[in-house]
DNA sequence: CGCAGCCAACTACAGATGTAGTAATCAAAC
DNA sequence: GTTTGATTACTACATCTGTAGTTGGCTGCG
């Protein structure tokens, strides 16, 4: 029994997901100002059904001990992330990693700076424990 | 007047436009085959459907001249796919590639090797030449 | 010449998605 | 205590997506 896999999120899904995993955990109201602040503006009853939604597919946790309810996420960002990257990876570039970090120099979106910090970054025993935080 | 862009696709859409850039043009007949051969098997009229979606939104380019008409694309797959991972690394990566890369090695989906053999054909000359095929 | 196939156009349709309105409740303000 | 504001639970709904059926033309086979 390997670990509970986060469902597939659509893109407002994973949207709101952002603002709870910086929020830590939160209300309608509260998620629904943060999505606010980035420009996001969206009705509360909105907001209150895509949370009713990934609370459904089990993406996040709603606390219903006292009024108003409280949503936290049920998955670590990382992981999440980290499956989507797979899948964007397996789906566009055929899996080959290597190749899409070409296309990211070629099209400088990386630059090779970039590409040997995180070399040496991987490498190295301190900056190693540094990493987890970005 | 920037040069166009390709249309957002669909992923059944941009499942057509794999098959269709690596047989450079086709009809729906030699479409829904190569997609057989992946192991997509999908109605003749589907695919039909989906050409056509495409062809509405100028993905591909439709040659009437004699039936059955040839598909092909519209845009260089090159380009397609920088556009898609410049977009999927603003969503979920907000723009930071560095923080992509870091993953794809965590999650062993790059080796270092791989990473340095990438560092090394983009400032090698002759390396340089050879790269685009992949 | 009439039928069998191939093909394009049009139609269908269920399920997902984004967005939001309405109803019912409850608590605080007056 | 009645009105008001916050909050949740339903309901609504237009679009988009994936997948495919139906209709009717044209073409070559027998």
């Known amino acids: 029994m390997s670990e509970p896999r986060c469902p597939e999120l659509t893109p407002a899904e994973f949207n709101l997901m952002k603002v709870l995993w910086r929020l830590r955990r939160a209300t309608v109201a509260e998620t629904r100002a943060a999505l606010g602040e980035k ?3 969206l009705a509360y009853t909105t907001v ?5 939604r990934l609370a ?3 993406a996040v946790v709603v606390d219903r001990e006292r009024e108003p309810y ?5 998955f670590r960002r990382e992981s ?11 789906d566009v570039f055929d899996g080959e990693a290597s ?7 070629d099209s400088e979106q990386l630059s090779i700076e970039e590409l040997r910090a995180i070399e040496k970054s991987v490498v190295e025993p301190e900056a190693r424990a540094k990493r987890g935080k970005k």
Request: net charge positive; glycine share 12%; proline share 3%.
């Open 48 to 52: 209150m059904t895509l949370l009713g």
């Open 56 to 58: 459904a597919k089990g």
């Open 39 to 41: 420009g996001d503006e």
């Open 70 to 74: 409280v949503y936290k996420p049920a």
């Open 80 to 90: 999440v992330l980290r499956d989507r990257l797979k899948g964007f990876l397996a």
């Open 99 to 105: 190749s899409m970090v070409l296309h990211l120099v």
